[in-house]
């Protein structure tokens, strides 16, 4: 289990599934021990802002499109959507897309993770390509069966729609590690 996580996530209304779906695949996931554990960033400069302290974490997962910030109304809603959530009473958070920004993991993974264990946890299918380029894990926000977001992943990758498909190595690809929410969570994110 991963101590101290970083995870820079402009709408994690998906929290409050983890737990059900967890339990769906006969794993043990509390809600409001994931978030004692973990340090949520809303943007890239609230994530540079939180990276830069110096502060260690075992895990840092991105997802792909975040904007650079974020309006004060907006972070304190998500505050008090992550405070909410831990307590158990959950609540609603609006999803918010800024269709502005795309792909700005990439640029917070050179600037400040380069060195670090990373993955990127999104539905965006255009960042599929650059994470695989990286060599950062990636998981499907909106894949929720076994198996289901690795198959998507890797034949979007090697499909004509997958802008890095001409000249791929296949083997590559195919240990590539990859999956979608179950995975996520089984791999990173269960209690021991």
């Given at each position: 289990?991963?101590?101290?996580?970083?995870?820079?996530?402009?709408?994690?209304?998906?929290?409050?599934?983890?737990?059900?779906?967890?339990?769906?695949?006969?794993?043990?996931?509390?809600?409001?021990?994931?978030?004692?554990?973990?340090?949520?960033?809303?943007?890239?400069?609230?994530?540079?802002?939180?990276?830069?302290?110096?502060?260690?974490?075992?895990?840092h997962?991105?997802?792909?499109?975040?904007?650079?910030?974020?309006?004060?109304?907006?972070?304190?809603?998500?505050?008090?959507?992550?405070?909410?959530?831990?307590?158990?009473?959950?609540?609603?958070?609006?999803?918010?897309?800024?269709?502005?920004?795309?792909?700005?993991?990439?640029?917070?993974?050179?600037?400040?993770?380069?060195?670090?264990?990373?993955?990127?946890?999104?539905?965006?299918?255009?960042?599929?390509?650059?994470?695989?380029k990286?060599?950062?894990?990636?998981?499907?926000?909106?894949?929720?069966?076994?198996?289901?977001?690795?198959?998507?992943?890797?034949?979007?990758l090697?499909?004509?729609?997958?802008?890095?498909?001409?000249?791929?190595?296949?083997?590559?690809?195919?240990?590539?590690?990859?999956?979608?929410?179950?995975?996520?969570?089984?791999?990173?994110?269960?209690?021991?």
């Amino acid at each position: 289990m991963f101590e101290k996580i970083f995870w820079l996530e402009d709408n994690p209304d998906f929290l409050q599934c983890f737990s059900e779906l967890a339990l769906s695949y006969g794993l043990k996931l509390n809600t409001q021990d994931l978030l004692s554990r973990t340090e949520f960033a809303f943007s890239f400069n609230h994530g540079k802002d939180i990276i830069e302290k110096g502060t260690q974490f075992d895990l840092h997962i991105l997802d792909a499109d975040f904007p650079n910030d974020v309006l004060p109304r907006r972070a304190r809603e998500i505050q008090r959507f992550l405070e909410e959530t831990k307590k158990g009473s959950g609540g609603r958070l609006e999803f918010v897309s800024d269709r502005q920004i795309y792909d700005n993991f990439i640029r917070f993974h050179r600037e400040f993770l380069k060195e670090k264990r990373t993955i990127v946890y999104s539905m965006s299918y255009g960042a599929i390509g650059p994470a695989f380029k990286l060599g950062l894990p990636f998981y499907n926000k909106s894949s929720f069966e076994l198996g289901e977001g690795e198959k998507i992943i890797k034949e979007y990758l090697l499909s004509s729609k997958g802008q890095f498909a001409e000249g791929l190595d296949k083997e590559a690809v195919a240990k590539w590690e990859v999956g979608g929410t179950p995975e996520l969570i089984q791999r990173y994110l269960v209690n021991d």
